[in-house]
């Protein structure tokens, strides 16, 4: 079977005012300009969302918001809808991010049921796993993480367009980033639990792999054994960063 397109998605995390639009314009006018080989995103806060999309509508860069809420509406001071996010012009959406996770306690269960809003709004989820230092010394990283894959992802995905970001929380914003045997060990272990789980269709599902990738080491990332794509922090902020990953893909 052909593997699908790598995803290259940006996360701005809580950065972002009107005026970083303009980096989402030059990735936009940059890749119109020399169509790449992966598809690109961006997810910005939740409040540049609509801005995003009347800014780059319409180009090859899709929008994607960063979590949302399990339920549809209500009384939930705060939080963001999955359909809201629809609504302002995603098409995407980061769920089970580490910082959430460690920040907000979520567990599993939800980020399942997050998972499953997602796909009731329309919006393809980005879910993400990851290990703690203190996990991976112990020698527990591919049972932490092909735990997290099974707990994350409800069977109402099956057949439907997902993808899975590994995403060592260690090497999240510090600079550090495991081995490539590393990365393609813990690639190749969630590729066995998404064909446990989703026989045919887990072949294709898109494993991206995310913590301080930058221009430097992208090209050697993305060329490893069932790495699809790249989530993108830090290095999503400036177009020119964001750029030199995307043309490595
Ligand atoms: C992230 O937060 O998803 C991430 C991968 O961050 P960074 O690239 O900055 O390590």
Redesign the pocket.
Same mark, same amino acid.
């Given at each position: 079977m052909t593997a699908p397109r790598p995803l290259i998605a940006g996360?701005w995390?809580m950065n972002g005012l009107a005026a970083s639009l303009d980096e989402a314009r030059a990735v936009a006018a940059a890749i119109d300009e020399r169509p790449p080989g992966a598809r690109v995103a961006i997810c910005p806060p939740a409040t540049l969302i609509s801005r995003l999309a009347e800014a780059i509508g319409g180009t090859g860069v899709e929008i994607g918001g960063q979590d949302c809420r399990a339920e549809q509406a209500g009384a939930f001071t705060g939080d963001v809808a999955a359909e809201m996010l629809a609504d302002a012009g995603a098409t995407l959406v980061i769920l089970g991010?580490s $910082?959430r996770r460690a920040g907000y306690g979520e567990t599993d269960a939800l980020v399942a049921a997050k998972a499953g809003a997602a796909h009731r709004a329309g919006l393809e989820p980005i879910v993400?796993v990851g290990e703690t230092l203190a996990e991976r010394e112990a020698g527990r990283t591919l049972e932490i993480v092909t735990g997290q894959v099974r707990g994350s992802l409800p069977e109402i995905l099956a057949g439907k367009a997902f993808s899975v970001?590994y $995403?060592p929380v260690w090497?999240? !914003?510090?600079g550090l980033t495991p081995t490539l045997e590393q990365i393609e060990e813990v690639h190749v272990a969630i590729r066995a639990v998404l064909v446990e789980m989703f026989a045919e269709h887990g072949k294709g599902v898109a494993i991206l792999y !995310?913590?301080? @990738?930058k221009p430097s080491n992208a090209s050697e990332i993305l060329k490893l054994k069932d790495v699809g794509g790249a989530? @993108? !922090?830090?290095?999503s902020l400036k177009a020119a960063d964001f750029l030199g990953i995307i043309e490595a893909a």
């Open positions: 996360n995390k991010h $910082e993400c970001a $995403e090497a999240i !914003g510090t !995310g913590g301080s @990738v989530l @993108v !922090g830090g290095a």
